[in-house]
């Protein structure tokens, strides 16, 4: 029998399991671990041994560019794994995935997650749902990154974060942002204050609070409601969160 309290647990995925395909999947494969601001969790290219159904907190997945320059492409919160690829039949890592921000997750190994799914159809449908929904999260992150103005890829890119933390107050530096959205410092920093002239956020010493969530999202542009709305498709309401991923 698992020690693990599913109804204790905040990952989505590992919430919505039916009790016996949970238990036998923490008996057999699940460790809780804290997760550190900055932490790699997988290196592109090497060979995917771990998993992590994220707690809270949230992951960036990023592409490395030839020059050696991450781009992000998607967020992780507690909706989702990092290493869902391996699903797939994946064995390499194609992005790198880093820790945002600290937190927690269950950790498994991919030859452990792999052998569940087997005899865990509920686990195995939410898996392929979640890559899915993290799968339209890229493509609309590209159309966005090419076709919207900084302004609106600022807010939607809050509004992601803020989906996956615990609170209106996001630990965020204007350097990190600029890494995140594959720009200048400088223009984040006008970007960042334009959104807090208009009062919807406001920025001090390394620390972003959300204080108009309307008018945050009003202020993005229509790739933030897209997919929020194919999270809620493929996984269903969230049991509480400010948006649809946590």
């Not at 009790?19 to 804290?34: I, N, Q």
């Not at 932490?39 to 949230?58: C, H, M, S, T, W």
């Not at 107050?169 to 594959?182: E, F, K, P, R, Y």
């Not at 709305?229 to 948006?243: K, Q, T, W």
Request: charged share 15%; with cysteine.
């Amino acid at each position: 029998m698992s020690l693990i309290e599913q109804s204790s647990v905040k990952n989505r995925i590992l919430a919505a399991l039916p009790a016996p395909e949970f238990d036998a999947l923490a008996a057999k494969a699940l460790t809780r671990v804290e997760l550190a601001f900055g932490q790699p969790l997988q290196r592109a290219g090497d060979k995917i041994e771990l998993v992590y159904f994220v707690e809270n907190g949230f992951i960036s997945a990023l592409a490395m560019l030839a020059d050696g320059q991450p781009l992000e492409i998607g967020l992780i919160g507690s909706e989702g794994l990092a290493g869902v690829s391996v699903v797939l039949g994946a064995t390499n890592s194609y992005s790198e995935t880093m820790c945002q921000t600290g937190g927690a997750a269950y950790r498994a190994s991919a030859a452990a997650l792999k052998e569940a799914i087997v005899e865990a159809p509920v686990l195995r449908d939410l898996l392929l749902r979640y890559v899915h929904a993290f799968n339209v999260q890229v493509a609309q992150t590209a159309a966005c990154n090419a076709h919207h103005e900084l302004g609106q890829r600022l807010a939607r890119w809050l509004l992601a974060a803020h989906d996956r933390s615990d609170g209106a107050q996001l630990s965020l530096t204007q350097d990190l942002i600029a890494v995140m959205l594959g720009v200048g410092r400088s223009t984040v920093s006008i970007a960042a204050s334009t959104l807090q002239r208009a009062g919807v956020i406001r920025y001090q010493h390394g620390h972003i609070t959300i204080t108009d969530r309307a008018g945050l999202e009003a202020a993005a542009c229509e790739c933030y409601q897209r997919v929020a709305n194919e999270y809620r498709s493929m996984l269903g309401e969230p049991r509480h969160a400010p948006g649809i991923p946590t």
